[in-house]
């Protein structure tokens, strides 16, 4: 090939001759790479932290990656996508006895690396305790593996299925540690025994949303909800359970509708179902439990504000959606925890143990005066840009392929070493 | 190259109609499709590339014909890395025998929209001034043609000559030395290289060819994709990787991005070395001979960060790069190469960026100066720059401006959005009052009450309640929980230490305990001497709250329990001696 004719001339600069000189038609040189990725999901539910791991997995797929899921099967018809191949294996944690959980979950895990032979492994953890059994396994293998922490819990006893075992699994793993927001992983750090700092910290990203045709969605909300067109309307979405706060429902509702004669529709499932129809015998009551929804987001739009109490929250996902939608939100200290000081800025924060509070903080998202805080918002979600969170968290995996750190090879790179030496 | 498509496809294919190419590896590209405008994907299968509608899957190579020729309509290239379409490019230029299309780089559809954008508007504008040719003009370097134009063209030059340089992308760190970069030593004066007029980045691949000076460099990749350099280094180590060789130079800078960055405290830096001076160890980096010029260590951030080596002349013949990282406390790590999908966070081709208000004399790191200082400028350059000017786009040759415009802060970084105006409100107000919320002169109020139990016998009876966001003035107990009990007719008040019990007292007076744990039990005759006991500012002014609603939270209360209007008149009547015996003693 004649230099005039090198497309990459145009600029100035190019390669290094050398480098022409060694690689292939197709750029390759001599790189070390991770072709085969095995997906463990020690979760027993799809929530948040998988759909999560999907994401990754498309990423990874997309670059020429052949990813492996292994996980229950009840969970399979939820994990069904292109570029992706299943094994139904028992890796779920079991509750019990920690040592026998870890056992289990290490013998399901030897037969996923068996039947995928990966060059690298991801195990996305809904909380700390649950890879215990994995870790082992990985480790023993020498798998190098991203560990990504979803949620932790403030106190150690929450994570129960953590013994010295794990611990020790977790210190032997070739791993990189990532974390969604910074507060989670120095609390997964803290509970798995890990070093202060060796969970880095990736933010979750959302995709932009179009922008929704608002008049419409607000009109079928209220509709749906049974309410008068004007009527205000605050929103819950996310688990019905204690960390998110959904025990504080009913009584924030009749709280918010004191204050704007508004209701509080929830979206959601969890633990908290049975309490909170209990909680809500009357017709009218201020709080309209709508189930799970397939569309959150039509919600949003349709909605005037939207409620967090959580107790404990790794990356405030619905905060950002939110706030891509240009929903005012309040929420608790500990459900934007991992925004730190600017989440006064960007969200109106108050202390979810007083109701008055929070209820006036939710009553204040009507006021014209939210409208800065969810302008900030509104910039805030679009810089967290969901490809660029895949792009980190790819960055991070390739890291896996290199050799590993203290071993010998570390000194000894593949490439050119310096002449005489 | 070997261009192949489904027989049934050529004629959409080579029927002119506008389209764009996408290198498979570009994740999602269906922002970009329009009912007027394709998108077709470049697949690499078996040594031929594959063209196919975008959407459907690459067709058996054995079931394709070759593309004769270049499809007409092409408005662009678009791959997260050039050498992605590297070979395409090439072969376009020579099929054609004029430039290929322009390249754009991009990881996601979504991210190709406003070069592609750009594009459009481009050939629209060309268009409408009578332009002949359809080629769109290129916006900036990521779109800049990949083959070179034949010589003087008539149409769609890449780009204007008296249009001045291209707005490069989000720069997120500009040349200018970082406040904690050493200065480059001074050297011998060498000329001043001409302008430039566009960094070009080196392929991320080129570097997989380097040269370990000092510590672990590896290629890694994933998958498919072109394997990119992962420098490491120990806490306190550095790792140095060396391209001796680079060929080429016209005057251009030199772009070095690096991202992925990790290890506290680390910093970055690329150096230059005219040919034949490239540095046989990593210690030579630190004596600089003439025309050579570095970056400076740099501050590595979490995310992307850019590396600009100006060119002085007489590297033309091929000149040395070397990029390396340094360790702070902790371990590092950081790629050569971009964080693909960040381009959405550049500023759109179109808009012209200002430049910025950087005074002269903050000058590139260059051991040259790469621009004699204005005339008016002092020759030493005072300590700390001059307060900004008003944006002088004349000001700046075209290349510095370049350079030297500040960056935009990656898109991941939380703190970074512009304060919103202040606000100048007073306290938001609620809009309506809550039914009841004492009247604004009452000192204290509360949300509301929750009964846990109301138990009623003969000599004694007891209403368990709590009382949610009790208030007074600006101070606030998210709950306080008080049995109101009745023992033979006489009020008194307890409070418990115990599961379920908020912890309200910051200095607790209860002194008796049962099974149950510690309580303090207040009767109605002890009630002033305890509330002139306690200490606590706080739980002073808890007392004074609570015992001035405990008559509408003891109504409330009875209402929960559903008694009778006769039961609940008693209940609150025997509140109601508590609370005047509080405001006894608080006169």
Redesign the interface.
């Known amino acids: 090939m004649s230099p005039g004719a090198d497309p990459f001339r145009r600029g100035g600069w190019w390669t290094d001759a050398a480098a022409r000189r060694r690689q292939g038609p197709e750029g390759e040189s001599r790189a070390i790479r991770i072709r085969d990725l095995l997906v463990l999901l020690p979760g027993d539910r799809l929530g948040g932290a998988e759909a999560h791991t999907l994401r990754l997995c498309d990423a990874a797929a997309a670059a020429g990656v052949a990813v492996t899921l292994a996980a229950e099967g009840r969970l399979h018809a939820g994990l069904v996508g292109a570029g992706r191949r299943l094994l139904d294996l028992p890796v779920a944690w079991r509750r019990g006895l920690p040592e026998a959980a870890r056992a289990a979950q290490a013998g399901a895990t030897r037969a996923a690396l068996e039947a995928a032979r990966p060059d690298a492994a991801l195990l996305p953890l809904p909380w700390p305790d649950r890879g215990g059994g994995a870790m082992e396994a990985l480790a023993a293998a020498g798998t190098p593996t991203l560990v990504v922490a979803h949620l932790a819990p403030h106190g150690a006893e929450e994570a129960s299925g953590v013994d010295e075992g794990a611990i020790a699994a977790a210190r032997a793993l070739r791993a990189e540690w990532v974390a969604v927001s910074a507060p989670t992983a120095a609390r997964a750090a803290r509970v798995l025994g890990l070093p202060e700092g060796r969970i880095a910290t990736i933010p979750n990203g959302v995709d932009p949303a179009p922008p929704p045709d608002r008049p419409a969605l607000r009109a079928a909300l209220r509709d749906a909800l049974g309410v008068a067109p004007g009527t205000p309307v605050a929103l819950f979405v996310g688990r019905l359970d204690e960390a998110k706060g959904a025990d504080r429902l009913p009584a924030l509702a009749e709280a918010f509708a004191r204050r704007t004669s508004g209701v509080l529709a929830c979206a959601g499932q969890g633990s908290l179902d049975d309490t909170l129809w209990r909680a809500t015998p009357e017709e009218g009551h201020p709080l309209r439990l709508l189930g799970q929804t397939a569309s959150p987001a039509a919600l949003m739009a349709g909605a005037d504000a939207l409620v967090m109490p959580s107790r404990l929250e790794g990356a405030p996902l619905t905060f950002l959606e939110a706030a891509g939608l240009g929903l005012p939100v309040a929420a608790s200290h500990e459900a934007l925890e991992a925004l730190g000081g600017e989440a006064s800025r960007l969200a109106a924060v108050a202390d979810a143990e007083d109701l008055g509070a929070m209820a006036d903080a939710l009553a204040s998202c009507l006021e014209p005066a939210a409208a800065a805080r969810t302008a900030a918002a509104g910039a805030l979600a679009a810089g967290w840009d969901a490809a660029a969170m895949s792009a980190r968290y790819l960055s991070r995996l390739r890291r896996l392929a290199a050799p590993p750190p203290g071993t010998p090879l570390l000194g000894a790179p593949l490439l050119g070493a310096p002449p005489g030496g | 190259m070997n261009l192949r498509a489904d027989p049934d496809h050529l004629p959409r294919l080579l029927g002119g109609g506008p389209m764009v190419v996408v290198a498979e590896?570009v994740?999602d590209p269906s922002p970009m499709a329009a009912p007027a405008l394709g998108v077709w994907v470049a697949a690499?299968r078996g040594g031929a590339t594959l063209l196919h509608p975008a959407g459907t899957r690459a067709p058996a190579p054995r079931g394709t014909v070759p593309v004769q020729a270049p499809p007409p309509g092409t408005l662009a290239l678009v791959a997260p890395e050039?050498?992605r379409v590297?070979?395409l490019?090439?072969w376009w230029?020579?099929a054609s025998g004029g430039p290929?299309p322009p390249f754009i780089l991009a990881?996601?559809g979504?991210?190709a929209l406003p070069d592609l954008v750009a594009l459009l508007a481009g050939a629209l504008a060309e268009a409408r001034s009578g332009g002949a040719a359809p080629s769109p003009p290129a916006a900036r370097?990521e779109t800049?043609?990949?083959?070179?134009p034949p010589e003087p063209v008539d149409s769609a030059p890449?780009r204007p000559l008296d249009a001045g340089p291209p707005p490069l992308p989000a720069a997120p760190d500009a040349v200018a030395p970082a406040d904690t970069a050493p200065p480059a030593p001074p050297l011998p004066e060498e000329p001043a290289p001409p302008t430039p007029v566009?960094p070009?980045?080196?392929?991320d691949?080129?570097?997989?060819?380097?040269?370990?000076?000092?510590?672990?460099?590896?290629?890694?990749?994933?998958?498919?994709?072109?394997?990119?350099?992962?420098l490491?280094a120990?806490a306190g180590g550095r790792a140095i990787?060396l391209?001796?060789?680079?060929?080429?130079?016209?005057?251009?800078g030199?772009r070095v991005v690096l991202?992925?960055g990790?290890g506290?405290g680390a910093a970055v830096a690329a150096w230059l070395r005219p040919a034949g001076t490239a540095p046989?160890?990593?210690a030579a980096l630190d004596r600089p001979v003439p025309g050579s010029a570095w970056t400076g260590w740099r501050d590595l951030p979490e995310?992307e960060v850019e590396l600009l080596l100006p060119?002085p002349p007489g590297t033309a013949g091929?000149a040395g790069v070397a990029v390396g990282l340094r360790a702070g406390a902790?371990?590092a790590?950081v790629?050569i190469g971009e964080?693909?999908?960040?381009r959405?966070?550049a500023p759109p081709a179109a808009v012209p960026v200002p430049p910025p208000p950087a005074a002269p004399e903050r000058a590139l790191p260059v051991v040259a100066p790469p621009e004699p200082p204005p005339a008016s400028t002092p020759a030493v350059a005072p300590p700390e720059p001059a307060p900004a000017p008003e944006p002088t786009p004349a000001a700046l040759p075209p290349g510095l401006e370049a350079f030297l415009r500040p960056a935009p802060a990656p898109?991941?970084?939380?703190?970074?959005?512009?304060?919103?105006?202040a606000?100048v409100?007073a306290p938001?107000?609620?809009?309506?009052a809550?039914?009841?919320m004492p009247p604004p002169r009452t000192r204290a109020r509360?949300?509301?009450v929750?009964l846990t139990q109301h138990l009623a016998g003969e000599s004694y009876s007891h209403m368990d309640l709590t009382v949610?966001?009790l208030?007074a003035g600006p101070t606030?107990?998210?709950?306080v929980r008080v049995k109101l009990a009745l023992k033979d007719g006489e009020p008194r008040l307890e409070f418990r230490q115990a599961g379920g019990w908020p912890h309200v007292f910051r200095d607790w007076l209860g002194r008796a305990s049962d099974k149950f744990g510690p309580f303090l039990r207040i009767a109605l005759p002890e009630l002033r001497d305890l509330l002139a006991s306690i200490t606590d500012e706080r739980d002073a002014a808890m007392m004074q709250a609570l015992l001035s609603i405990l008559p509408r939270a003891t109504e409330d209360a009875c209402r929960l329990a559903g008694l009778s209007v006769a039961e609940t008149t008693d209940w609150v009547e025997k509140a109601r001696l508590l609370a005047d015996e509080g405001v006894r003693a608080g006169d």
């Open positions: 590896g994740m690499v050039r050498l590297a070979a490019a090439r230029a020579e290929a990881a996601t979504l991210a370097p800049a043609p990949l083959a070179p890449p566009a070009t980045t080196l392929p691949a080129a570097w997989a060819a380097g040269r370990v000076l000092e510590g672990p460099a590896d290629p890694v990749a994933l998958g498919d994709e072109v394997p990119r350099v992962l490491r120990r990787l391209l001796p060789e680079v060929e080429g130079g016209d005057g251009d030199l991202s992925g990790t506290a046989a160890d990593a995310g060119l091929g902790d371990d790590a790629e964080e693909r999908p960040a959405a966070a898109a991941y970084q939380t703190p970074t959005i512009a304060s919103p105006p606000p409100a938001v107000p609620t809009r309506t809550p039914t009841n509360y949300e509301t929750r949610a966001s208030a606030r107990w998210a709950a």
